[in-house]
């Protein structure tokens, strides 16, 4: 039966289960007593809720603690090994596959490296399943026990109806590639495992929100800056973030070309791509037959020598220099346009060139950007290091589980539905 507000009794104890998992799972252990005023349920709400999560094995008990004169509390907390997901991370270096449990303790994982950062879907569809393969043999888990399979990829993800996720990759050679489709055909996994496929900008957001530098915030930015860059926008109305193809934002105008195609990106100036091939157009010399992160590694070598042994590159500082000139010009537009209270920088190239380079960068910024948000904003790097991706795609049917109170979806019903069903539906209003 459903309420005045259009909620039914099932809905109540939905949302009440999932209150009670989140508060447990980001501030357990707790005992009952303590979770009637964090969660606003009554005791014997919480009571009762907590019968069932203990009943269906979510949660478990983590010792005990004195009270005023009365018995010892027993403290409960999620219970790790009650359901696993995997984290994909399809990189610009390597495809990264990992397995957690319900806490988000990595059990074991998978790399497959991209020979020159060749975007072969083929390719790309078999290093995951091999992955997905591998990393459950090692563990010992069988399909089933999975929660989902959450994916971080280049480009946009459009949720269709009949193919599932499919992906717009201009900068890697993806034409709306039906990626979801592809997986299923070609991972044996039960059609119960769903999958959670998004922008490897916004897993790496979901990380830092959950467990990273952005904890606590209610309106940040994070930066994933690799070969490319993107950004993750994260606000009240967009709580767990959305995608923006910051990258792709114009510069300069009649700039470089960026591998989208287009004039002037910011990621023709700001990515590790770019800065690779503007330090060799520069003179500089990057190693032969390198891979980017090796060749920004020589770079940054270069151009700040260790223990001050040696005589900077003059060329690789001015281009680390004008590539954090764009990327705090770049980062200044966000800061104009949201008004975030935190950017975090994330991803391999942005930890790589770590702590040197991030003062620069916020200097640009605030010199690039409205006085009174720049003065309310941090920018810090991001705090989960390479695998914060990989964290935040697993985070995805993590937080999809959570939504549905601890409960696994449900099997669609086969044959067309009940024609009382079918009335109701098209008398709700739209």
């Known amino acids: 039966m459903a309420g005045r507000n259009g909620r039914t009794v099932r809905d109540l104890r939905r949302a ?53 004169g009365g018995r010892p509390r027993t403290l409960l907390r999620v219970a790790p090994g009650s359901g696993h997901m995997i984290g994909v991370d399809v990189g610009e270096t390597r495809v990264r596959i990992e397995l957690f449990d319900l806490t988000l303790t990595e059990l074991a994982r998978a790399e497959r490296p991209l020979e020159h950062q060749r975007y072969e879907v083929e390719v790309i569809v078999g290093h995951i399943r091999d992955g997905i393969a591998e990393v ?73 929100m959950w467990f990273g530098g952005g904890r606590g915030a209610h309106n940040a930015v994070v930066v994933l800056f690799g070969s490319g860059v993107g950004a993750c926008l994260v606000t009240a109305d967009v709580e767990h973030g959305r995608a923006v193809e910051w990258g792709h934002l114009t510069v300069r105008v009649r700039g470089r070309r960026c591998r989208c195609g287009a004039l002037g990106c910011l990621e023709a100036y700001a990515g590790a791509e770019s800065l690779l091939q503007r330090w060799s157009e520069a003179g500089g010399q990057p190693p032969q037959g390198a891979d980017e992160e090796t060749a920004l590694t020589a770079m940054l070598a270069a ?71 720049a003065e309310k904003v941090t920018v810090e790097l991001g705090r989960l290091g390479p695998d914060a991706v990989t964290v935040g795609a697993a985070i995805l049917p993590l937080a999809d589980f959570f939504s549905r109170g601890g409960r696994r979806p449900e099997p669609e019903p086969e044959g067309p539905a009940p024609a009382w069903r079918t009335a109701l539906q098209e008398r709700a209003p739209h």
């Open 136 to 208: 459950l043999a090692t563990a010992g888990i069988p399909p089933e026990r999975l929660l989902g399979v959450g994916i971080g990829v280049p480009g946009i993800v459009e949720h269709t109806a009949d193919r599932g996720a499919v992906v717009h990759g201009q900068t890697i050679g993806w034409p709306a590639v039906p990626l979801e489709a592809l997986l299923r055909a070609g991972i044996e996994l039960p059609e119960s495992v769903p999958y959670f496929i998004d922008n490897g900008a916004k897993t790496l957001g979901q990380a830092e």
């Open 303 to 373: 151009a700040y020598p260790v223990d001050g042994v040696g005589t900077a590159d003059p060329v690789a500082l001015a281009v680390l220099e004008e590539t954090a000139e764009y990327l705090g010009a770049g980062l200044s537009d966000l800061i104009n346009l949201f008004q975030p209270e935190r950017i975090l920088i994330g991803g391999w190239a942005g930890l790589q060139l770590g702590a040197r380079f991030l003062p620069s960068v916020r200097r640009h910024a605030t010199a690039y950007a409205l006085r009174h948000p």
């Open 16 to 68: 009440n289960r999932t209150v009670v998992l989140q508060r447990l799972y980001f501030d357990g252990p707790l005992s009952r007593f303590e979770l009637g005023p964090v969660t606003g349920l009554s005791s014997g709400s919480v009571s009762n809720v907590v019968s069932d999560l203990v009943a269906d094995g979510l949660l478990e008990e983590a010792g005990s603690v004195d009270s005023d």
